[in-house]
Nanobody, 127 residues
């Protein structure tokens, strides 16, 4: 059974940084794509970033390009989201997800493409 467990959320001031982690287990992810999404109250779930597990190719949503960076540690089966220059509009619950066998498929930003999700971690950017 695939399990994804996020951690690292919290309260940070505007301009600050946070690093989220997603510990993945339950399968070999070599053919998969890992994604980060977020959802703010009253808004739709938004694509943040994704990474091809084996090759390390990355994709980003327009609102976070240049500020966020996604990476993975294959030995630790963990995906990270480094968030810099945080803004109040980045406030949301952040979710980790996996697209099984989706390493090189289209639709990396579509939440429907992802098969398993973590429970989410709250990020609040406020002074």
């Amino acid at each position: 059974q695939v399990q994804l467990v996020e951690s690292g959320g919290g309260l940070v001031q505007p301009g600050g940084s946070l690093r989220l982690s997603c510990a993945a287990s339950g399968r070999t992810f070599s053919r998969d794509r890992m994604g980060w999404f977020r959802q703010a109250p009253g808004k739709e779930r938004e694509f943040v970033a994704s990474i091809n597990w084996s090759a390390g190719w990355t994709w980003y949503g327009d609102s976070v390009k240049g500020r966020f960076s996604v990476s993975r540690d294959i030995a630790k089966n963990t995906v990270y989201l480094q968030m810099n220059s945080l803004k109040p509009e980045d406030t949301a619950v952040y979710y980790c997800a996996v697209d099984i066998n989706g390493a090189s498929s289209a639709g990396y930003s579509l939440s429907l493409k992802y098969d398993y999700w973590g429970q989410g971690t709250q990020v609040t950017v406020s002074s």
